[in-house]
Structure formats: structure tokens, C-alpha cells
């Protein structure tokens, strides 16, 4: 399985040699080194690899998180599942992925701060007609008071409240192009989140 640790910095059109054209995604990619390896018989009891990325200064990290990584301050660990073959210390960068892999891209979406159930939902609203004034946008009646609802409001009811931040995948992606030597990868479609955006990349 091949995986890297990657940020969002914007969106290109790429021509193939076909001529097509596909929109497509540049992703910054930094080298990661292997902080740990976790096996089925150890005490973990999975299977995975655990990464560091970047550069942080160790004065803003815990004493546990520095000790876990020798004393090197990393801006970003991850982990992947069942994952073999690496050793405590090995650098992964782009060069690991080819043009034509297929992958998938998880990250924390953007965030929309306070949003209505239009927006949030779908909410189709309220008639534009027959004299509504304020209630265009409103989620109507959310069901609280008697009857099977017992007199609250469900647990999972659909209402107003903060959108986005989600942890999304996006799945069946292509690599368009990869250069390994600015780390630079360019994916087919959009990818979760803003510029900057911490991203993992793994293979399908």
C-alpha cells in the first residue's frame, strides 16, 4: 500500500495526450519519515505505520509527543493501517506514486461556520406565497412537544448548526503528474478543504 502525508494548494487544468482536458488538484508534498512500526503481535495489536511530517519547534510540543519521536518536533503524525515493509527512520516522498495510480484523498472539509437547514440540509423551505413574511428559510415544525417524540427533541433531528469540519474521503482518484523533485503531485478532481489543508493520500 503506498501512502503520504500532503497539503492542499489549488486547482490547475491538465491536458492529456489525448487532448482531454481534466481538472485537477496540486498537492504539496514533504517528505515523511517513519516514526513507529506497529505489528499484530506487539503490544498494539495492529498492524499500521505511523509518520511524522514537517518541522515544528519543540518548545510548543508535550514531553510525551517528543519523547515518542526522539526529540524531533514534526508539524503533523498520522497513522496507516496495514502497512509493511518500512522501518523505523525510512522517508517516503512523491516519487512513491506514478501517473495512473489510483488513490483516495481524506481531510477535514471547509468550514462554513453557523448555517440554516437551506444551506445545511436542503430544506426546500416554506411556500413563497398565501402571506408568509419571515418564515421562507424556516425548518418548520421540528416535532418536540408530545406524541411519539415524547417531549424532546430527537437525538439526530436535523437542524440549524455549524457545517463543515467533517472528516471526507473522496475515493477513485487518479494521479495526473508527479514531480518528484519540487514533491509537488497533481490529482484528478477536488479534494476536501482549503489551501493548506492537511490531506493523506493512500493508494486504492
Known amino acids: 500500500m503506498k501512502f503520504i502525508l500532503a497539503t492542499k ?68 503524525i498520522r497513522e496507516f493501517r496495514d502497512a509493511a515493509g518500512l522501518e523505523v527512520g525510512a522517508s517516503i516522498d512523491a516519487s512513491t506514486f506514478a501517473v495512473g495510480d489510483t488513490v483516495q484523498v481524506s481531510g477535514l472539509s471547509k468550514g462554513k ?50 457545517m463543515g469540519t467533517d472528516r471526507v474521503t473522496v475515493t477513485n482518484l487518479r494521479i495526473l503528474a508527479v514531480d518528484a523533485k519540487e514533491g509537488k503531485l497533481v490529482i484528478s478532481g477536488a479534494v476536501p478543504g482549503r489551501r493548506g489543508t492537511l490531506l493523506e493520500v493512500v493508494s486504492a
Open 9 to 76: 494548494e489549488n486547482m490547475i487544468r491538465v491536458f492529456a495526450d489525448d487532448g482531454r482536458a481534466y481538472a485537477g488538484t496540486v498537492l504539496n508534498v514533504q517528505p515523511v519519515t517513519v516514526t513507529q512500526v506497529k505489528s499484530e503481535e506487539g503490544a498494539d495489536g495492529y498492524a499500521a505505520v505511523q509518520v511524522g511530517m514537517g518541522t515544528r519547534k519543540t518548545k510548543n510540543i508535550s514531553k510525551a509527543v517528543l519523547g515518542h519521536t526522539a526529540g524531533k518536533g514534526y508539524e503533523a
Open 113 to 162: 461556520g453557523f448555517s440554516g437547514v437551506v444551506k445545511r440540509h436542503g430544506f426546500h423551505g416554506g411556500p413563497r406565497s398565501h402571506g408568509q413574511k419571515h418564515t421562507e428559510r424556516s425548518p418548520g415544525s421540528i416535532g418536540g412537544s408530545g406524541g411519539r417524540a415524547g417531549g424532546r427533541v430527537v437525538k439526530g433531528k436535523k437542524m440549524a448548526g455549524r
